[in-house]
């Protein structure tokens, strides 16, 4: 009578234990042609969750550069996009968070956290779940545009 019981309140456990895992994202094997490369924002400014439809990049070399918006593809999965500019004491918005490609000329990018710079005297966001932005790719010579979907 007792293994009546036991057998389907373990089944129930079981299942309710493995439906609550987060969903692990589908992997994919498109070439990620931005592994550890760093750009410059031409237009668009910074890379957020309600930014503007568009951002044409152009890739960061070493010239010496006072004010700019920058994405940091930092390896296979993270990215920083942040500003700096001439002023030492500004208020800088510093973006975290994750990226993968969706299909060849795709990338979904998923923001983590928003910090501010100590001069502006906000908190940290952290994003649970991540806002999720995707992004259409396409290179025009050496500038890569990034076009919301």
């Given at each position: 009578m007792?293994?009546?019981?036991?057998?389907?309140f373990?089944?129930a456990?079981l299942?309710?234990?493995f439906?609550?895992?987060?969903?692990?994202r589908?992997?994919?094997?498109?070439?990620n042609?931005?592994?550890?490369?760093?750009?410059?924002?031409n237009e668009?400014?910074?890379?957020?969750?309600?930014g503007?439809?568009t951002y044409?990049?152009s890739p960061?070399d070493t010239?010496?550069?006072f004010?700019?918006?920058?994405v940091h593809?930092?390896?296979?999965?993270?990215?920083?996009?942040?500003?700096?500019w001439?002023?030492g004491?500004?208020c800088?918005t510093?973006?975290h968070?994750?990226?993968?490609?969706?299909?060849k000329?795709?990338?979904?990018?998923?923001?983590d956290s928003m910090s501010?710079?100590?001069f502006?005297d906000a908190p940290t966001?952290?994003f649970?779940?991540?806002?999720n932005?995707?992004?259409d790719l396409?290179?025009?010579?050496?500038?890569?545009?990034?076009?919301?979907?």
């Amino acid at each position: 009578m007792k293994n009546i019981f036991v057998f389907p309140f373990l089944f129930a456990v079981l299942i309710t234990v493995f439906s609550c895992k987060e969903p692990e994202r589908k992997k994919t094997n498109f070439p990620n042609y931005l592994k550890n490369t760093e750009w410059i924002v031409n237009e668009g400014g910074l890379i957020t969750p309600d930014g503007v439809k568009t951002y044409y990049m152009s890739p960061r070399d070493t010239a010496l550069i006072f004010n700019f918006h920058a994405v940091h593809f930092l390896d296979a999965e993270k990215f920083q996009s942040y500003d700096a500019w001439q002023c030492g004491n500004d208020c800088f918005t510093e973006i975290h968070g994750r990226y993968y490609f969706t299909e060849k000329n795709q990338i979904q990018m998923e923001i983590d956290s928003m910090s501010k710079s100590e001069f502006c005297d906000a908190p940290t966001q952290i994003f649970k779940p991540s806002k999720n932005m995707t992004f259409d790719l396409t290179k025009e010579g050496k500038q890569l545009k990034l076009t919301r979907k």
